[in-house]
C-alpha cells in the first residue's frame, strides 16, 4: 500500500493518505505534509519538536494534526523528517518529530500551504485500514 498520493485540485493541493492503522494514516499524513513543503531528503533531523494533540474524534484529531503541523511550520519554519508517534487514541495523539528549519538556500519552496480547509476531508477505515483525504488552501 502506498503511503498517499497527490490530488488534483483547481486551485489549491491535496493528498490522499493510507495506512495499515490509525498510526500508519498519521505517520503518513505528516510525511506527505513536509514533502508538499519541500523535498524530504534536503532536512536534517537535528532538532526534535514534541506534539500533544488533541480532537473530539478520529476525524477532528486528523484535521488538527495536520493544523498543528501547519502552525510549526509558520511560526517557528520548521519542517519535519522523522515522526515517531508515541501514543495515538481516538481523541490524542502524541509525537516527536525531528527535522530543521526551514532554509530557502537548501530547501526547495514546492508549495506555500495557508490553510487545513475542510473541503471534501474524510477520514475514513475502509475494510481494516484507514484512508484520508484532505485539501489545503495554497
Not at 497527490?6 to 495499515?20: Q, R
Not at 498510526?23 to 499524513?29: D, T
Amino acid at each position: 500500500m502506498k503511503p498517499y498520493e497527490l490530488i488534483k485540485h483547481t486551485a489549491d493541493i491535496g493528498i490522499k493518505v493510507y495506512g495499515e492503522d490509525k498510526k500508519s494514516l498519521f505517520l503518513n499524513a505528516a510525511q506527505a505534509f513536509f514533502a508538499l513543503i519541500t523535498d524530504p531528503n534536503t532536512i536534517v533531523p537535528k532538532k526534535e519538536v514534541n506534539l500533544e494533540v488533541e480532537g473530539d474524534d478520529l476525524e477532528d484529531l486528523f484535521f488538527n494534526w495536520l493544523d498543528e503541523l501547519l502552525f510549526l511550520f509558520d511560526t517557528k519554519g520548521f519542517v519535519g523528517r522523522e515522526v515517531s508517534i508515541e501514543k495515538i487514541g481516538q481523541k490524542t495523539i502524541l509525537a516527536k518529530i525531528k527535522g530543521e528549519t526551514f532554509d530557502p538556500q537548501r530547501h526547495p519552496l514546492n508549495a506555500c500551504i495557508k490553510a487545513v480547509t475542510y473541503h471534501d476531508f474524510k477520514v475514513q477505515k475502509i475494510n481494516n485500514h484507514f484512508q484520508a483525504q484532505v485539501i489545503f488552501d495554497i
